[in-house]
C-alpha cells in the first residue's frame, strides 16, 4: 500500500482538461519536491514535472504540476490521444528515508 | 545521447542471487545518483535503492534491505544491484534510472533517465 495515494483511474475527451491528485503526509509532500512520471505501455517511465511544477525539456507545456500543503496535482490541458498512460507521483519521505511513488493513476482518453 | 542499458535478468530460484548491471553513456555518470526502480508484473513502481554520485550517501526500501546492495564504479560507467536471498515478490522488471542533478544538487525522486529495464523472475 503506497504512502501517497492516486486515484487508480481518470478519463477525459479529446481537447478536455484532467486533474490527477496525490495525496500525502507531513513527511512528504510538503517538506520534499514532487515529481511526477508518464509511462506508456509496455515501455519505461518518463519524467513529466520535477520538483514541483518544473518540466524537463520536451514536456509540451499542457502538462503542469502543483502542490499545497499535503496534496501535489498534475494537470493536462487539451487531452491527446497519446496521452494515455499510468500517471505516478513520487517524493521523499523525510521519516522512512525512502523515496515514495503513488499507485499510479491509468489515464484514458474516450 | 543519454543512454542507460540494464543486463543480468532472468530467472532465478527462491533463495538465489543475481546482479543486475547498468551501462551508462552519453553523460558524465560521476555527477549523477543513481537509482533502481522495480515494477512486478501489472503492478505500479517501486524506488528499491539509491547512491550518491561518489557512493557516500546510500538508501534502500525497507523490502529489499539486508538483502540487496547497491554499488557503482565510476570509472567503467556503470551501477550494479547485487541481489541475494531473492524472494517470489522481487519478481520485477528492475530499470536503472539516473537522478537529476542541477549544479552539483540532486533531489532523491528525481529521475530524468530511464534504461528499457531487464526482467527478474524468482520461482521453483
Known amino acids: 500500500q503506497s504512502v501517497l495515494t492516486q486515484p487508480p483511474s481518470a478519463s477525459g475527451t479529446p481537447g478536455q482538461s484532467v486533474t490527477i491528485s496525490c495525496s500525502g503526509s507531513?513527511?512528504?509532500?510538503?517538506?520534499?519536491?514532487v515529481n511526477w512520471y508518464q509511462q506508456v505501455p509496455g515501455a519505461s517511465p518518463k519524467l513529466l514535472i520535477y520538483s514541483n511544477r518544473q518540466r524537463p525539456s520536451g514536456v509540451p507545456d499542457r502538462f503542469s504540476g502543483s502542490k499545497s500543503g499535503t496534496s501535489a496535482s498534475l494537470a493536462i490541458s487539451g487531452l491527446q490521444s497519446e496521452d494515455e498512460a499510468h500517471y505516478y507521483c513520487a517524493a521523499w519521505d523525510d521519516d522512512l528515508k525512502v523515496v515514495l511513488f503513488g499507485g499510479g493513476t491509468q489515464l484514458t482518453v474516450l | 545521447e543519454v543512454q542507460l542499458v540494464e543486463s543480468g535478468g532472468g530467472l532465478v530460484k527462491p533463495g538465489g542471487s543475481l546482479r543486475l548491471s547498468c551501462a551508462a553513456s552519453g553523460f558524465s555518470f560521476s555527477s549523477h545518483t543513481m537509482n533502481w526502480v522495480r515494477q512486478a508484473p501489472g503492478k505500479g513502481l517501486e524506488w528499491v535503492s539509491s547512491i550518491s554520485d561518489s557512493s557516500t550517501y546510500i538508501n534502500q526500501a525497507d523490502s529489499v534491505k539486508g538483502r540487496f546492495t547497491i554499488s557503482r564504479d565510476n570509472a567503467k560507467n556503470s551501477l550494479y544491484l547485487e541481489m541475494n536471498s531473492l524472494r517470489a515478490e522481487d519478481t520485477a522488471v528492475y530499470y536503472c534510472?539516473?537522478?537529476?542533478?542541477?549544479?552539483?544538487?540532486?533531489?532523491?525522486?528525481?529521475?530524468?533517465?530511464w534504461g528499457r529495464g531487464t526482467t527478474v523472475t524468482v520461482s521453483s
Open positions: 534510472a539516473r537522478g537529476l542533478c542541477d549544479g552539483g544538487v540532486c533531489f532523491l525522486g528525481e529521475m530524468d533517465a
Open positions: 507531513s513527511s512528504n509532500i510538503p517538506t520534499n519536491t
